[in-house]
């Protein structure tokens, strides 16, 4: 398949909100293994359970996480710049 530069952002946007919806359900999912009873707004707030920075893979795939969100705000920052220029 020919992805036309007209239509690559918007399949990355797609592919990111795809990839970055399931690191959310992982590091949810790894979190609730040190604390069961986690909710997703208080992973966005780890400091606050000590538990999570004892559990071995916790802090790696946040991080992952967070790695992806970035490249997601840089690329809608150069699909804004694009469009601008």
Do not use: C, Y
């Not at 952002?9 to 359900?25: C, G, K, V, W, Y």
């Not at 609730?32 to 997703?40: F, H």
């Not at 920075?53 to 802090?59: L, M, V, Y």
Request: glycine share 4%; charged share 25%; net charge negative.
């Amino acid at each position: 398949m020919t992805l036309l530069v007209d239509d690559f952002f918007p399949a990355a946007e797609a592919l990111l909100e795809q990839m970055i919806s399931q690191q959310r359900a992982k590091v949810l999912r790894l979190a609730r293994e040190a604390v069961p009873n986690i909710g997703p707004e208080d992973v966005l707030n780890p400091h606050d359970f000590p538990e999570l920075k004892a559990h071995p893979t916790f802090e790696f795939e946040d991080g992952l996480l967070s790695g992806l969100v970035a490249a997601q705000v840089a690329l809608r920052a150069e699909h804004r710049r694009q469009m601008v220029s």
